[in-house]
């Protein structure tokens, strides 16, 4: 399985809802990644972890809470989110510190996230 | 903090070759990556270089120079469905080993 999975594929939320992204990998991969993407701009890391525990958290909000249950589960809980959070969420992974792969994310399809 | 630059557009012609550049800076240094996005899907992993010279995969070439903070991804015999965006990015030597994106080229490839 060389797939990274992101549900769901799409997503309406009211302001004040509670919502949870989900992504999953059985690549063995110890690195998982949110990162958050606008219309017609790059991927920007929102929370890394490094074997199930966060390592980096590039100044998000807390609306945004990641969760990593396991090596192959990440989860991005949702709330209170603002109509500027809208964006497309993508999930990726990748080997831990090591140049296997050549040195490339896997990603997910991403969530397209809407907040009315 | 890392930060690049690539051209925001280009347009070539199907059968055409063409070269796109990404300048960096970073502290500390890993390789430089490229992705391919098309407009609603997800950033595809093309390419990597870790070190000086140029890798080839099939029609897509990379090459990187690590004295200049340069490198290009070359696409050769150019098809319709080439038309995507293309982000090169590296990746620093934080704990995260996280991969910090440039701004994306979009490249338009004309019948």
């Known amino acids: 399985d060389t797939e990274v999975t992101q549900t769901p594929k799409h997503l309406v939320m009211g302001m004040t809802n509670k919502k949870s992204l989900k992504c999953e990998q059985h690549?063995?991969?110890?690195?998982m990644y949110w990162y958050k993407q606008k219309a017609k701009k790059p991927p920007e890391l929102m929370f890394v972890?490094?074997?199930?525990?966060?390592?980096i958290n590039e100044s998000v909000p807390s609306r945004f809470s990641p969760e990593c249950p396991n090596s192959s589960l990440l989860n991005l809980h949702l709330h209170a989110l603002q109509p500027e959070d809208s964006a497309l969420y993508l999930c990726?992974?990748?080997?831990?510190?090591?140049?296997?792969?050549?040195?490339?994310?896997?990603f997910g399809s991403g969530t397209r996230l809407t907040v009315v | 903090g890392q930060s690049l630059e690539q051209p925001s557009e280009v347009t070539a012609v199907e059968g055409a070759i063409v070269q796109i550049n990404c300048t960096y800076q970073?502290?500390?240094?890993?390789?430089l990556s490229w992705y391919q996005q098309h407009d609603g899907g997800a950033p595809t992993f093309l390419s990597y270089?870790?070190?000086?010279g140029l890798e080839e995969t099939g029609r897509f070439s990379s090459f990187l120079s690590r004295s200049d903070s340069y490198g290009y991804l070359l696409l050769q015999e150019l098809q319709m469905k080439d038309s995507a965006s293309y982000f090169c990015?590296?990746?620093?030597?934080?704990?995260?080993?996280?991969?910090?994106f440039g701004g994306g080229t979009r490249l338009m490839v004309k019948p």
């Open positions: 990726a992974s990748s080997h831990r510190g090591s140049g296997t792969g050549g040195g490339g994310y896997t």
């Open positions: 690549m063995g991969h110890r690195a």
């Open positions: 972890y490094s074997y199930e525990k966060l390592s």
């Open positions: 970073t502290s500390g240094f890993y390789g």
């Open positions: 270089n870790a070190l000086d």
């Open positions: 990015a590296v990746r620093g030597s934080n704990a995260g080993n996280m991969l910090t």
